[in-house]
């Protein structure tokens, strides 16, 4: 307020002089020079005018940079929908393309397979210390029965061992309890595998004297009627002779990683209630 009180006067000289002036300059013809009045008063308020329309265009300048950054921000915002939705399509994409691999090789497996099957979608797994087994969306109703054999795309799975209405669990061939009749493919020697645990079988009963080798092929071989002969189970990867026994200890890695097991086929032949 005392600011105002002191300069009061001379605010309103110099508001009185640049309303006058601009008033005048509206009314002065355009093609008129300026008289020594005109040129007095533009000079004397020129140094004011300048910075003021410095002012001016330095607003314009910030208020056009703000609207530019605010497009911007909404084009970036838009272009990373774009991009995201496009992530989305190419992962679908590639999922539904490693699907139709895994279908097909299976559909192999399945033409191979002389006996009716049914195709099941694993939906868990229990891989504690105790047991190694899945579960799967098909049950009794599908015509499921418990020690069906099942099998995937590179071999042997396991068989069922617990059936319900809609979901059956299945029995791994790494686990202690399983037990398959098999045979080394290239020398047709004989044995059980059982499972070992940590992913790893045994081929158990098979003499020393039995020609088996690192690298060799193990299938099952039919007896007992659960598997059908000659589905692969898994290849030899090591083989001991001990100084005693009559026994030689051969460890075998399955054909199927059971780790990335999705799909699976049940045999339906043989079981029991």
């Not at 530019?68 to 909404?74: A, T």
């Not at 915002?77 to 691999?101: C, Q, W, Y």
């Not at 290849?235 to 199927?256: A, D, L, N």
Request: glycine fraction near 10%; charged fraction near 20%.
């Amino acid at each position: 307020m005392e600011f105002l009180k002191k300069y009061i006067l001379v605010l309103v000289t110099g508001i009185g002089l640049l309303a006058a002036l601009i008033l005048f300059s509206l009314n002065v013809p355009r093609n008129r020079e300026a008289n020594v009045i005109e040129r007095g008063v533009m000079n004397l308020f020129a140094p004011v005018l300048k910075p003021i329309a410095n002012v001016s265009g330095m607003a314009e300048d910030i208020w056009e940079g703000y609207i530019s950054l605010v497009n911007v921000h909404r084009e970036n915002t838009s272009l990373h929908s774009v991009i995201k939705e496009l992530g989305s399509r190419l992962a679908a994409g590639d999922e539904a393309l490693l699907e139709n691999r895994r279908l097909k090789n299976l559909l192999d497996m399945k033409d191979s397979i002389k006996s009716p099957t049914v195709g099941t979608t694993v939906v868990g797994e229990d891989v504690s210390s105790w047991f190694r087994t899945l579960v799967i969306d098909r049950g009794a109703s599908s015509g499921l029965k418990v020690g069906m054999a099942v099998v995937a795309a590179d071999g042997v799975v396991g068989q069922v061992m617990k059936v319900a209405a809609n979901t059956s669990r299945v029995l791994l061939l790494t686990d202690h309890a399983s037990g398959i009749a098999a045979t080394i493919q290239r020398s047709r020697a004989r044995g059980v595998v059982k499972g070992k645990g940590e992913g790893l079988c045994t081929l158990e009963f098979t003499t020393r004297e039995e020609d088996v080798k690192v690298g060799d092929l193990v299938v099952t071989s039919g007896i007992g009627g659960v598997y059908l002969k000659g589905l692969p189970i898994g290849e030899v990867t090591m083989v001991k002779r001990g100084q005693y026994g009559i026994f030689q200890t051969v460890t075998i890695r399955p054909s199927v990683n059971i780790t990335r097991l999705e799909e699976v086929l049940v045999v339906l032949r043989g079981g029991y209630e």
